[in-house]
C-alpha cells in the first residue's frame, strides 16, 4: 500500500484527502457537490476507483453519485427509492401510524467483492440493494415486513439506517441499525430478517428491555471475528460475542457512555475507540475536552487519548458515522467533528493532528487504501 | 422551444451554464414543460418532483410570465410569452433556511 484516501461528507459538499504511507502531508481536494449534504461516500474495497456518494438537500432530495476514476469525475445515477407493496406505516412522534417516506440515503455499503453490488439504508428506515452500479435499487423489504416494523418510531435525527455490516467471510450475513429501532441481522443476504436486541436496556422507552425501540447509535465489528460486534447506543457501549444473541455492557470507567460512533483497530479485534460525548441534550464532549477513548481489552477498561486534541472550551460533536480506520501499521485513525475539523492519527490514536480545521461540519469519513 | 431557468444547484447536477430549452408539443402545460425537463435532463428526476406523487418538492416554486404556478394544477397552461420562447419558466429554490 503507497497512500490512502480519506473521503469527507459534509453539510456542504464533499472532500478527498490523499497522502502517502507517511500520513504526515495531505491534499485537499473539493467541495464536490458544493452546498448539498453529503451523508457519507465510500468506496468499493475490490476496486477503490469505484466510489459512492449519497448526496442530498432539503429542496431539491436525494441523488446519487458514481465516480469510476476515484473521484475525479462523478455521474449522477438513479435516485429513485421506492418501498417494496404496501408501504405501510411506523409510530409517529406520538406513537400514531405514520406512513413510511422516503427522505434520504444515510450510509451506502459496496459489497465487499461486487463493485456493482451496494447496499444503501434509508430514512424512513429501510434497505435498497442495487446489483448494477447504483442504476436501479430495490428494496430489501424483509427487513421493514419481518414484524415489529409497525412498532418502530423515529429518534430525533429522523427514522435512519445508518449502520450496514456485512460479514467477510461470505455467510451472506448482514447487520443493520436503526434510530430508533435497534440492531437487526439477516442470514440469507438480506432476505429475512430478525432483531437483535437482547440485553440492551433503555430506561427511555416504555418497555427498556423491549424487543425493538432502542436507539442504536452505531455498530462495529472487526473482519477476523464477525461474530463480535461493538455497539455505541443512545446510552451504554455494548458488546455481543454471539453475533447479536446477547449484548452485555462494557461502558467500565468512560466518563460518558452517550455517543454516536464506535471504531475497531485494523489489526487488532479487541482495539476499539469511542468519543464519549456529554449527554443526550448536550452533544458536546464532556468537561469541554476532546478525547477519543480506547479500550485494548474489548471494553470496560478505557484510556484517555487527547494528544494533540483540543483539552479546553471544545465543544464539538463527532457523528455517528465520522470515524474511519486505515489498514496500515501502525493502524491510522480519524475522524471528523461538526465544527469542521477532521484530526488523524498515524499511532494508532497515542497523538492526533488536524488535517484540516474549516471544514463544514463533518457527517461522515471513510478511508481507502490506495495501491 | 421552452425556455426554462433552473437553480443555480440543479444547472451544476444537470451540468448546464445557463437555461436550458425543450420542445413541448401544444398545449404547452406546466407538467408537459417538467416532463420535457426531466427527459432532456433524467438526473433531474425526482428533484423537481417527488418521483412517486409527481407532486411538486416542497421548497420547489414555479414562476411564469410574473405568475406564481407554484400551487397550479400540473394541467395549467403556460401563458403565451413561455409557450412562444419569449421568456423562461422559472424554477426556483424557495428562501428557506436561514
Given at each position: 500500500m503507497s497512500g490512502v484516501r480519506v473521503l469527507v461528507g459534509t453539510r456542504k459538499g464533499a472532500f478527498i484527502l490523499t497522502s502517502d504511507g507517511q500520513r504526515q502531508r495531505w491534499d485537499v481536494s473539493g467541495p464536490l457537490f458544493g452546498g448539498w449534504e453529503i451523508y457519507h461516500l465510500k468506496g468499493s474495497p475490490v476496486d477503490p476507483n469505484r466510489l459512492y456518494a449519497s448526496q442530498s438537500s432539503g429542496w431539491f432530495g436525494q441523488v446519487i453519485q458514481r465516480s469510476n476514476d476515484?473521484?475525479?469525475?462523478?455521474?449522477?445515477?438513479?435516485?429513485?427509492?421506492?418501498?417494496?407493496g404496501v408501504t405501510g406505516t411506523h409510530q409517529w412522534y406520538d406513537g400514531k401510524p405514520h406512513p413510511w417516506e422516503f427522505k434520504r440515503v444515510w450510509h451506502l455499503e459496496p459489497s465487499l467483492t461486487d463493485p456493482d453490488l451496494v447496499y444503501a439504508g434509508a430514512e424512513d428506515a429501510a434497505l435498497f440493494r442495487t446489483a448494477d452500479g447504483a442504476q436501479s435499487w430495490q428494496e430489501l423489504a424483509g427487513l421493514r415486513g419481518h414484524g415489529s416494523g409497525s412498532r418502530w418510531q423515529p429518534g430525533a435525527g429522523g427514522m435512519c439506517l445508518h449502520t450496514i455490516l456485512?460479514?467477510?467471510?461470505?455467510?451472506?450475513?448482514?447487520?443493520?441499525?436503526?434510530?430508533?429501532?435497534?440492531?437487526?441481522?439477516?442470514?440469507?443476504?438480506?432476505?429475512?430478517?430478525?432483531?437483535?436486541?437482547?440485553?440492551?436496556r433503555s430506561e427511555y422507552?416504555?418497555?427498556?428491555?423491549?424487543?425493538?425501540?432502542?436507539?442504536v447509535h452505531r455498530i462495529a465489528m472487526h473482519r477476523s471475528r464477525p461474530q463480535v460486534l461493538f455497539m455505541q447506543k443512545h446510552w451504554d457501549v455494548m458488546r455481543s460475542d454471539d453475533a447479536g444473541e446477547s449484548w452485555r455492557e462494557i461502558s467500565g470507567n468512560l466518563p460518558s457512555d452517550f455517543g454516536f460512533p464506535i471504531e475497531v483497530h485494523a489489526h487488532e479485534p479487541d482495539t476499539i475507540y469511542v468519543v464519549p460525548i456529554k449527554s443526550d441534550s448536550e452533544h458536546y464532549p464532556p468537561e469541554g475536552k476532546l478525547r477519543v477513548y480506547r479500550s485494548r481489552t474489548g471494553g470496560n477498561e478505557w484510556e484517555a487519548l487527547t494528544a494533540g486534541l483540543p483539552q479546553r472550551d471544545c465543544y464539538v460533536n463527532v457523528l455517528r458515522d465520522a470515524t474511519a480506520v486505515d489498514a496500515?501499521?501502525?493502524?491510522?485513525?480519524?475522524?471528523?467533528?461538526?465544527?469542521?475539523?477532521?484530526?488523524?492519527?498515524?499511532?494508532?490514536?497515542?497523538r492526533w493532528t488536524p488535517i484540516v480545521q474549516n471544514f463544514p461540519a463533518v457527517v461522515s469519513i471513510e478511508v481507502q487504501m490506495l495501491p | 422551444m421552452i425556455r426554462v431557468a433552473l437553480p443555480a444547484p440543479l444547472r451544476a447536477l444537470a451540468g448546464l451554464t445557463g437555461?436550458?430549452?425543450?420542445?413541448?408539443?401544444?398545449?404547452?402545460?406546466?407538467?408537459?414543460?417538467?416532463?420535457?425537463?426531466?427527459?432532456?435532463?433524467?438526473?433531474?428526476?425526482g428533484t423537481i418532483?417527488?418521483?412517486?406523487?409527481?407532486?411538486?418538492?416542497?421548497?420547489?416554486?414555479?414562476?411564469?410570465?410574473?405568475?406564481?404556478?407554484?400551487?397550479?394544477?400540473?394541467r395549467a397552461l403556460m401563458p403565451a410569452s413561455v409557450a412562444a420562447g419569449r421568456e423562461p419558466l422559472l424554477i426556483v429554490g424557495a428562501i428557506a433556511g436561514g
Open positions: 476515484g473521484g475525479q469525475t462523478w455521474a449522477p445515477m438513479s435516485n429513485q427509492f421506492a418501498y417494496a456485512l460479514d467477510p467471510s461470505g455467510s451472506g450475513r448482514i447487520f443493520v441499525a436503526i434510530s430508533a429501532a435497534g440492531a437487526f441481522r439477516s442470514d440469507d443476504a438480506g432476505l429475512t430478517w430478525r432483531p437483535i436486541n437482547r440485553g440492551l422507552i416504555p418497555e427498556p428491555t423491549a424487543e425493538v425501540g432502542h436507539c496500515l501499521d501502525p493502524c491510522g485513525i480519524y475522524f471528523g467533528t461538526t465544527g469542521g475539523q477532521v484530526y488523524a492519527s498515524a499511532d494508532a490514536g497515542d | 437555461e436550458t430549452a425543450v420542445a413541448v408539443a401544444a398545449p404547452v402545460t406546466l407538467e408537459a414543460v417538467l416532463e420535457a425537463v426531466e427527459a432532456a435532463h433524467p438526473m433531474l428526476r418532483r417527488d418521483p412517486a406523487t409527481g407532486a411538486r418538492r416542497a421548497l420547489v416554486r414555479f414562476f411564469a410570465a410574473g405568475a406564481d404556478f407554484s400551487h397550479a394544477s400540473p
